[in-house]
């Protein structure tokens, strides 16, 4: 479990690119609201580095955020000390009852389980409905084909202490999306190198919502969290389970 989000990579996430958790927070807040939902557990599926979980404690929930990268926990430890976090990959580990789940910033779309290696992530949505209370909602994004339209394209972005190149190719007939990421950063009078290579599976949100609507689910679709808009080929998905469970 060591070759995602290794150190730096962790680092840069959490100083560079933190806007879409804390800028969707709000809206995210606004939505559990709506559903009634204003105590108890979130469960956070790819937390990251817990700046969801900080702005969710915050507001007075309790939070278990799981993440496949030991790092990535290593710094939402020390970030949320009153939220509890677990190392594990999302489409394993037990998931416990709980009001809400959420799964922000495209997490279920990356294949670094071999067990998220099928076409849908339908068996996860199972044991998301089964860990929720009636009336709970499981509130995630993710990234749809048309991330990259034209070939390759190459970019960078730049810190006070480090770089990070990343290159994009989409392959449309299989919906995969390859991410090669080079990292810089600076330990002492040098910078670090590091590489990864991220691999995601890209999914309508349609067919996404159709899985969901299968395991029992009342399904939603949106393009931003509250005022905040999401990126280019990005969805929301609202899942709510019923308040009284027909199938049970
Ligand atoms: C783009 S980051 C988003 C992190 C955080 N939710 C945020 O918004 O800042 C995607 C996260 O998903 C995690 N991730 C990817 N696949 C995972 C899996 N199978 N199980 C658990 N975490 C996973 C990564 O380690 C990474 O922390």
């Not at 990356?110 to 089964?130: A, G």
């Not at 999914?203 to 280019?232: C, M, N, W």
Request: net charge negative.
């Amino acid at each position: 479990m060591q070759e995602y989000y290794k150190e730096d990579l962790a680092f840069i996430h959490d100083v560079g690119f933190n806007d879409y958790a804390l800028k969707s927070a709000p809206g995210i807040l606004e939505i559990l609201a709506q559903h009634n939902i204003r105590e108890g557990l979130i469960v956070d599926l790819g937390c990251g580095s817990g700046l969801s979980a900080q702005e969710f404690t915050k507001a007075g929930y309790h939070v278990l955020g799981i993440d496949i990268s030991e790092p990535m926990i290593k710094i939402a430890r020390a970030r949320v000390p009153n939220a509890e976090f677990r190392i594990g990959s999302l489409f394993q580990v037990d998931i416990p009852p709980c009001n809400a789940v959420t799964s922000i910033g495209e997490c279920l779309n990356y294949l670094f389980d071999p067990q998220s290696n099928c076409q849908t992530p339908i068996n996860l949505f199972q044991r998301i409905y089964s860990a929720l209370t009636p009336g709970g909602v499981c509130i995630f994004d993710i990234a749809e084909p048309g991330q990259v339209t034209q070939g390759i394209t190459k970019g960078f972005t730049e810190g006070q202490d480090w770089v990070v190149l990343v290159e994009k190719e989409e392959n449309p007939e299989q919906n995969l999306l390859k991410r090669r990421i080079i990292t810089f950063r600076q330990v002492g009078e040098h910078y670090r190198r590091d590489d990864e290579i991220h691999y995601q599976r890209l999914y309508k949100a349609t067919d996404i919502a159709d899985e969901l609507h299968r395991v029992g689910f009342q399904v939603e679709i949106l393009r931003s969290y509250g005022e905040y808009s999401l990126p280019k080929a990005h969805a929301a998905l609202i899942a709510s389970k019923p308040k009284s469970d027909a199938s049970c």
